[in-house]
């Protein structure tokens, strides 16, 4: 299932991941003038397709929402750029890299310091069994899976189904949770974040009302953030729920480790690979976080071995996607009837 993963884990001429870092490192300098030619070769198709797509509202509804639904691909660009302002790798200036990030955080709904902060508890605790819950998608043990109530093990199964987790919890996520600065409520920085970005979206919303009325919002609006919202969920999703992944419990968990081996290499057609931003080479990005996500194809070129390591293509992470529990003795993701199977 999945091509390279134990290969690359044993291989003996592997550098372990903490040797990674001093190499990687040499890869973190973003270019100011590559960032933003990367800014406006995303914002200004983003625009040019919000305004076609109102245009053709005299046309055609379908018409407008094809247009809408083609400009879904350049708001998850959006994320992706913003994703890097926040881990300080798009312009060497950090007070650029945050105030663009905030910005951008107004076009994908996402309060850009409420994130950044559930986004860095991420990195630091991925594949830590005794820290999950904060950025992460809920993943159980076996064992935890088998102590449930009978209504509690319902309840992970609806929560893990791919009606809900790729349906109705992307629009949850982006259209409702991202209003308020859930898990860091005790402090005002972050209520700010959320409320100057909902304040700044409401406000663009009246405007697009006053002018154009409520079918813009129906039609151009809801529909690219809804598809953006599904497949950022789906990336974030294969980035480390796959049958090989990492986790360990707190005293055998090693950070560098954990960010290597339990994040995938998502590896995509070029095309999509360029409207997502290389976020799928994941495992390169957890290890150093710094690298912007346009010299990611540069590190899998420099080195072989990264290239090679714990690839995933499409058909693949569609098999994953039935994958629910984290099994501590063989040390892999299962499905509930593998589960229930092994009991």
């Given at each position: 299932m999945f091509q390279d993963s134990a290969e690359f884990k044993q291989a003996p001429e592997?550098?372990?991941?903490?040797?990674?870092?001093?190499?990687?490192?040499?890869?973190?300098?973003?270019?100011?003038?590559?960032?933003?030619?990367?800014?406006?070769?995303?914002?200004?198709?983003?625009?040019?397709?919000?305004?076609?797509?109102?245009?053709?509202?005299?046309?055609?509804?379908?018409?407008?929402?094809?247009?809408?639904?083609?400009?879904?691909?350049?708001?998850?660009?959006?994320?992706?750029?913003?994703?890097?302002?926040?881990?300080a790798a798009f312009f060497k200036n950090r007070t650029v890299s945050d105030w663009t990030g905030r910005l951008l955080g107004v076009l994908t709904l996402t309060p850009y310091d409420v994130w950044k902060r559930t986004h860095s508890m991420h990195h630091s605790a991925s594949g830590n069994l005794s820290r999950r819950g904060m950025g992460d998608v809920h993943t159980l043990t076996v064992a935890e899976y088998r102590a449930l109530s009978p209504i509690k093990r319902l309840g992970y199964r609806m929560y893990r189904h791919p009606i809900v987790l790729f349906g109705l919890g992307p629009g949850y996520l982006f259209f409702l949770q991202n209003r308020l600065p859930l898990g860091l409520m005790a402090k005002a920085k972050y209520w700010f974040s959320a409320m100057a970005t909902n304040a700044a979206t409401i406000a663009a919303l009246l405007i697009i009302l006053y002018f154009g009325g409520l079918m813009p919002i129906l039609l151009i609006f809801v529909p690219s953030t809804m598809l953006a919202a599904t497949a950022g969920v789906w990336l974030f999703y294969v980035q480390h729920q796959f049958e090989a992944t990492h986790?360990?419990?707190?005293?055998?968990?090693?950070?560098?480790?954990?960010?290597?081996?339990?994040?995938?290499?998502?590896?995509?057609?070029?095309?999509?690979?360029?409207?997502?931003?290389?976020?799928?080479?994941?495992?390169?990005?957890?290890?150093?976080?710094?690298?912007?996500?346009?010299?990611?194809?540069?590190?899998?070129?420099?080195?072989?071995?990264?290239?090679?390591?714990?690839?995933?293509?499409?058909?693949?992470?569609?098999?994953?996607?039935?994958?629910?529990?984290?099994?501590?003795?063989s040390k892999r993701l299962m499905s509930f009837r593998e589960a229930r199977a092994a009991g």
């Open positions: 592997a550098r372990e991941a903490r040797d990674w870092v001093k190499i990687l490192s040499t890869y973190r300098e973003p270019s100011g003038l590559r960032s933003a030619f990367e800014l406006a070769v995303t914002l200004l198709p983003f625009i040019a397709l919000w305004a076609l797509a109102w245009w053709s509202l005299s046309v055609s509804a379908w018409l407008t929402l094809a247009i809408s639904l083609c400009n879904a691909a350049f708001i998850l660009r959006l994320f992706c750029i913003q994703h890097d302002c926040g881990h986790w360990e419990a707190e005293d055998e968990w090693d950070l560098h480790h954990a960010a290597l081996h339990g994040s995938s290499h998502y590896v995509l057609p070029s095309v999509l690979q360029w409207l997502s931003a290389n976020i799928g080479i994941h495992h390169v990005h957890h290890l150093y976080s710094r690298i912007p996500f346009y010299r990611l194809p540069e590190v899998l070129r420099d080195q072989p071995d990264l290239a090679q390591g714990n690839r995933m293509t499409i058909r693949e992470s569609l098999v994953n996607a039935r994958l629910h529990l984290w099994d501590e003795k």
